[in-house]
């Protein structure tokens, strides 16, 4: 199903900021995995100039993607609300170390009050695939951007998300960050003991990255009193660094919430901005 290109009128209703960014959401249907999600946009000022100023079909292939996922539960909004998304992109814009670019901040969690670890779960959500093949086709026709060179991040379990769906597929991701999160699946208690193997083998991102070398960078932070993040961050980073870009930040906040991960949005948004540049 054609989605067709973003034009002023779908700005309408938009919430706009003091530099005029612009938030908009769409609710999205995924042709390949028939899941049915919200997506959050995040367009700068001179992408909704240009947008507003098209007669035909809008360009928008310049502008970089940063794809933003949530934890469970939880919705894109926590990075609207708590994180700051949008100030924090514009201060990143502002200062050049991140390039125009569009941020699509994404459900993740398609199956009310269902934690589906992002996998493409046999007889259940098929999320990897709305995540990738889906959002991207999705970008690509309604916004005119480039399905590849993304970036990609997530908070909590979308920071196992991020760098799972970076990692599995780097034709779509140049980047992935993980905040506060973790890199061993974790499949839903609920599931079968023989579904729940299946998929931590076909998730294992060691193996993944052994076997594939991904050319995509990772981006993780280190923060000791998180524990359920702490210990599998480190382990991994400890077995990969020879074989991925791994960079890690330090977190010095308390615990897991937004308060504590509040403070690496604008270290990962300039990252994301510097491997932008490496991979022009």
Aim: aromatic residues 8%; contains cysteine; charged residues 20%.
């Amino acid at each position: 199903s054609h989605i067709t290109r973003i034009t002023a009128a779908d700005l309408k209703g938009g919430k706009v900021s003091a530099h005029g960014t612009v938030t908009i959401d769409r609710e999205v249907a995924g042709a390949t995995s028939h899941e049915h999600g919200h997506v959050w946009i995040v367009l700068p000022k001179n992408a909704v100039t240009q947008i507003k100023k098209s007669s035909a079909s809008v360009d928008l292939s310049r502008y970089r993607v940063i794809q933003a996922l949530p934890g469970f539960p939880g919705t894109p909004l926590g990075w609207i609300n708590r994180l700051d998304i949008v100030s924090n992109l514009e201060s990143e814009w502002s200062s050049g170390k991140l390039p125009k670019s569009i941020a699509i901040l994404t459900d993740t969690n398609l199956l009310h009050g269902y934690d589906g670890e992002c996998f493409n779960t046999p007889g259940g959500p098929q999320i990897e695939s709305w995540l990738s093949s889906d959002i991207h086709q999705f970008a690509a026709q309604f916004l005119g951007v480039k399905a590849s060179g993304w970036a990609v991040m997530g908070t909590s379990t979308g920071g196992w998300c991020a760098p799972m769906i970076a990692i599995r597929h780097p034709d779509m991701f140049i980047a992935g960050a993980s905040i506060a999160g973790y890199f061993k699946p974790q499949p839903n208690k609920s599931l079968s003991p023989a579904v729940s193997d299946q998929l931590k083998k076909e998730y294992d991102l060691r193996a993944i990255i052994k076997a594939n070398h991904p050319k995509v960078a990772i981006f993780a932070t280190i923060a000791p009193s998180d524990h359920g993040s702490y210990y599998q961050t480190i382990h991994f980073i400890d077995d990969m660094k020879n074989l991925i870009s791994i960079r890690t930040i330090n977190l010095k906040g308390q615990g897991h919430n937004f308060d504590a991960w509040l403070p690496a949005i604008k270290p990962a948004l300039q990252w994301a901005g510097a491997e932008f540049a490496r991979s022009k």
